[in-house]
């Protein structure tokens, strides 16, 4: 009895703080960011997995002599083997690896870069915003694969994959830097900002203290939109052979491997593989962000009959 | 009506972006770390050689002279000539060549979009939350999530590969040969009133534009539906409803016309998309357009191809949002304000 009654305290707690915060009981009550989390949590843990199992040097080297060449998925090889020799199963897990840990990093560097300009450039005005907001501005106005394409360019060879890491860097800051001004504009109308300023408070703490919070709910959707797209970006820089060195796992290169060879003998599960997780870490990403999205915009909320 | 100071205005705005979006392709090429005089006297040649090519160049120059130089011959339309095609072939004129390829098959790609898209988009809109839209609402959630150099080769290896019923690469039989009047290869096959070229361009093209299309398909279905949704609920759709106007008409009169205009933006915004798509399109079914053109030229470090290829797909998607916007400006008047 006691303990029924506590669990059912501690549900309505739950249930309450659920309600207190519309954002977080939205997401939760969305079957599809649900879905969405469930996919990436997945991946991740796929990811650390394949991390910490295979040696990256083994999964590189060609595989002649140990296994068969070119063999369809079966269950000793069950995603099959290239053209190497290498069994594609661990090379495709390990692909997890790469993604999470290459569009982490770009999704953060671009959202820090973003988030410092576009709070800068609301809080300074005049010639400062006109400044860095008309530089993003110029920026946004190549389709942007291609700009990522050109800045591969600039970065030296030897970085390999962080050369698609930091093109596409620069090429994703525009956007966050974009609707970061634009929170951050209205935050600086509330009136707190004024009081805050009256009492004393510098700039640097004003802007990382109180304007920066108030501005986290339109990042953190922007951020995992882009989350997907830095995965899928980054796989079509490898994809043209631009990043990752022949061998690596990506999934990107193994989907390049797959088109050059294994198109013309009918080796569909050199391209199937690796595709079909990418295309599903990609989409448990837009799924999240989609919830995000329609649990922040009060418009979405209500359902209408 | 647009009125002319607002057409003015947008045009203006043009030259600024167009000298901004200049100077980071001379910033970019500029920081790459390959030296061009090495590239075309090629790895063995002498040192003197080089040199010799590098004052040809003008690269010996001020930083700033340079830049100037590069922006009188940006205005000119004049890029230079290529260090690999055929040694010499004036930039422009490989542009010129290669551009409507990729034109017709970004144009293709984006009419099978709106073709299908639009129509899902209102029919999800319609029928809100009830199965059909949630099937509608995934399906088009998984195809801007499924990269097209994944469902390129499925579908090479699908229909080409095991079915046989198409070809897997190229934009034409071997067999046929038309004279480029337009550089679309559909116009130019009928124009040359070969009908069997023209089945054969038609068959070539079907699995890319397929699977372009697939990705703008899922966008544009997204976008027209929440415009919709949102349109719905407006009053104006009460009242016609009230007023004893029929549903399906209330919806397609009113609920249309007003619908469009947010789509017709973000069709703007996603023609970006749709270049990128092109080259990731042109790439895996060997279609020889700006894509292949440009990622050749990288490889290559054939930087005159590189900086007029990224110049033109600029100045492509700058225009492209400028008719957007005036296109906007027709349907809605409040936005010049």
Same mark, same amino acid.
């Given at each position: 009895?006691?303990?029924?009654t506590?669990?059912?305290?501690?549900?309505?707690?739950?249930?309450?703080?659920?309600?207190a915060?519309?954002?977080l009981?939205?997401?939760?009550?969305n079957?599809?960011?649900?879905?969405?989390?469930?996919?990436?949590?997945?991946?991740?843990?796929l990811?650390?997995?394949?991390?910490?199992?295979?040696?990256?040097?083994?999964?590189?080297?060609?595989?002649?002599g140990?296994?068969?060449?070119?063999?369809?998925?079966?269950?000793e090889?069950?995603?099959?083997?290239d053209?190497?020799?290498?069994?594609? *199963?661990?090379r &495709?897990?390990? /692909? =997890?690896?790469?993604? %999470? $840990?290459?569009?982490?990093? #770009?999704? @953060?560097?671009?959202?820090?870069?973003?988030?410092?300009?576009?709070?800068?450039?609301?809080y300074?005005?005049?010639?400062t915003?006109?400044?860095?907001?008309?530089?993003m501005?110029?920026?946004?106005?190549?389709?942007?694969l291609?700009?990522?394409?050109?800045?591969v360019?600039?970065f030296p060879?030897?970085?390999?994959?962080?050369?698609?890491?930091?093109?596409?860097?620069?090429?994703?800051?525009?956007? *966050?830097?974009? &609707?970061?001004r /634009? =929170?951050?504009?209205? %935050? $600086?109308?509330?009136?707190? #900002?004024? @009081?805050?300023?009256?009492?004393?408070a510098?700039?640097?703490?004003?802007?990382?203290?109180?304007?920066?919070?108030?501005?986290?709910?339109p990042?953190t959707?922007?951020?995992?939109?882009?989350?997907g797209?830095?995965?899928?970006?980054?796989?079509?820089l490898?994809?043209?052979g631009?990043?990752?060195?022949?061998?690596e796992?990506?999934w990107?290169?193994?989907?390049?491997?797959?088109v050059?060879?294994?198109l013309?003998?009918?080796a569909?599960?050199w391209?199937?593989?690796?595709?079909l997780?990418l295309?599903?870490t990609?989409?448990?990403?837009?799924?999240?962000?989609?919830?995000?999205?329609?649990?922040?915009?009060?418009r979405?909320?209500?359902?209408?009959? | 009506m647009?009125?002319?100071?607002?057409?003015l205005k947008?045009?203006?705005m043009?030259f600024?972006?167009?000298?901004?979006?200049?100077?980071?392709?001379?910033?970019i090429?500029?920081l790459?770390?390959?030296?061009?005089?090495?590239?075309i006297?090629?790895?063995?040649?002498?040192?003197?050689?080089?040199?010799?090519?590098?004052s040809d160049?003008?690269?010996?120059?001020?930083?700033?002279q340079?830049?100037?130089?590069?922006?009188?011959?940006?205005?000119?339309?004049?890029?230079g000539?290529?260090y690999?095609?055929n040694r010499g072939?004036?930039?422009?004129?490989?542009?010129?060549?290669?551009?409507?390829?990729?034109?017709?098959?970004?144009?293709?790609?984006?009419f099978a979009?709106?073709?299908?898209g639009?129509?899902?988009g209102?029919?999800?809109?319609?029928?809100?939350?009830?199965?059909?839209?949630?099937?509608?609402?995934?399906?088009?959630l998984?195809?801007?999530?499924?990269?097209?150099?994944?469902?390129?080769?499925?579908?090479?290896?699908?229909?080409?590969?095991?079915l046989?019923?198409?070809?897997?690469?190229?934009?034409?039989?071997?067999?046929?040969?038309?004279?480029p009047?337009?550089?679309?290869?559909l116009?130019?096959?009928?124009?040359?009133?070969?009908?069997?070229?023209?089945?054969?361009?038609?068959t070539?093209?079907?699995?890319?534009?397929?699977?372009?299309?697939?990705?703008?398909?899922?966008?544009?279905s997204?976008?027209?539906r929440s415009?919709?949704v949102?349109?719905?609920?407006?009053?104006f759709?009460?009242?016609?409803?009230a007023?004893?106007?029929g549903s399906?008409?209330?919806?397609m009169?009113?609920?249309?016309?007003?619908?469009?205009?947010p789509?017709?933006?973000?069709?703007?915004?996603?023609?970006?998309?749709?270049l990128?798509?092109?080259?990731?399109?042109?790439?895996?079914?060997?279609?020889?357009?700006?894509?292949?053109?440009?990622v050749?030229?990288?490889?290559?470090s054939?930087?005159?191809?590189?900086?007029?290829?990224?110049?033109?797909?600029a100045v492509?998607?700058?225009?492209?949002?400028?008719?957007?916007?005036?296109?906007?400006s027709?349907?809605?008047?409040?936005?010049?304000?």
């Amino acid at each position: 009895m006691s303990t029924e009654t506590q669990t059912e305290t501690v549900e309505r707690g739950i249930v309450e703080r659920l309600r207190a915060s519309p954002f977080l009981s939205q997401l939760v009550s969305n079957r599809l960011a649900v879905t969405g989390i469930v996919i990436i949590v997945g991946v991740v843990l796929l990811a650390i997995y394949a991390r910490l199992t295979y040696n990256i040097s083994d999964l590189m080297a060609t595989q002649f002599g140990t296994n068969p060449s070119e063999a369809s998925p079966s269950l000793e090889y069950l995603f099959g083997t290239d053209g190497q020799a290498r069994d594609i *199963f661990p090379r &495709v897990l390990y /692909g =997890a690896w790469y993604a %999470v $840990l290459y569009g982490t990093v #770009t999704v @953060a560097a671009s959202t820090f870069l973003g988030v410092g300009l576009g709070i800068v450039a609301a809080y300074y005005g005049d010639l400062t915003d006109n400044l860095i907001m008309r530089t993003m501005d110029v920026l946004l106005s190549f389709p942007s694969l291609l700009l990522a394409l050109a800045l591969v360019t600039i970065f030296p060879e030897e970085l390999g994959l962080w050369r698609a890491v930091g093109a596409l860097t620069l090429v994703y800051t525009p956007r *966050f830097a974009r &609707v970061v001004r /634009g =929170a951050a504009l209205k %935050v $600086l109308e509330d009136e707190y #900002t004024d @009081a805050t300023k009256a009492l004393g408070a510098t700039d640097p703490r004003l802007l990382v203290r109180h304007i920066l919070p108030n501005c986290l709910a339109p990042i953190t959707v922007q951020s995992t939109l882009n989350y997907g797209l830095a995965i899928i970006d980054i796989a079509a820089l490898s994809f043209l052979g631009f990043g990752a060195s022949p061998g690596e796992p990506t999934w990107g290169m193994m989907l390049s491997n797959g088109v050059e060879f294994g198109l013309f003998s009918g080796a569909w599960w050199w391209s199937f593989f690796p595709g079909l997780l990418l295309a599903l870490t990609v989409l448990g990403f837009n799924l999240l962000g989609d919830g995000m999205r329609d649990a922040l915009d009060p418009r979405m909320r209500e359902t209408v009959d | 009506m647009v009125s002319k100071r607002f057409v003015l205005k947008r045009l203006l705005m043009l030259f600024p972006v167009l000298f901004g979006v200049a100077t980071v392709v001379f910033a970019i090429l500029h920081l790459s770390p390959g030296d061009p005089a090495v590239v075309i006297a090629g790895e063995r040649a002498s040192q003197e050689f080089v040199n010799q090519i590098r004052s040809d160049l003008g690269l010996d120059d001020p930083l700033w002279q340079q830049y100037i130089r590069f922006l009188g011959e940006v205005a000119t339309f004049d890029f230079g000539q290529s260090y690999q095609v055929n040694r010499g072939t004036p930039v422009s004129e490989i542009l010129t060549d290669r551009l409507p390829i990729t034109i017709e098959l970004a144009l293709l790609g984006q009419f099978a979009g709106l073709l299908f898209g639009l129509p899902l988009g209102i029919l999800s809109a319609v029928k809100q939350d009830t199965w059909t839209d949630h099937l509608t609402r995934i399906g088009a959630l998984s195809g801007i999530s499924i990269p097209i150099y994944w469902s390129g080769p499925l579908l090479i290896l699908l229909f080409a590969q095991f079915l046989g019923l198409l070809p897997t690469s190229g934009r034409i039989g071997s067999a046929y040969f038309v004279d480029p009047v337009t550089g679309f290869i559909l116009v130019d096959t009928l124009l040359a009133g070969n009908f069997a070229a023209f089945r054969s361009a038609v068959t070539h093209l079907l699995l890319p534009v397929v699977v372009l299309g697939i990705y703008q398909m899922a966008l544009l279905s997204r976008m027209m539906r929440s415009s919709m949704v949102e349109v719905i609920r407006q009053d104006f759709m009460r009242t016609a409803r009230a007023k004893g106007q029929g549903s399906k008409i209330t919806v397609m009169k009113h609920g249309l016309r007003n619908a469009f205009i947010p789509v017709i933006t973000v069709i703007g915004i996603q023609f970006g998309s749709l270049l990128g798509g092109a080259v990731l399109t042109e790439t895996v079914f060997e279609i020889n357009g700006i894509g292949t053109l440009l990622v050749d030229a990288i490889n290559r470090s054939d930087y005159p191809v590189v900086q007029g290829t990224v110049l033109v797909f600029a100045v492509l998607y700058t225009l492209v949002n400028l008719g957007v916007d005036l296109t906007y400006s027709i349907l809605d008047p409040r936005i010049e304000q």
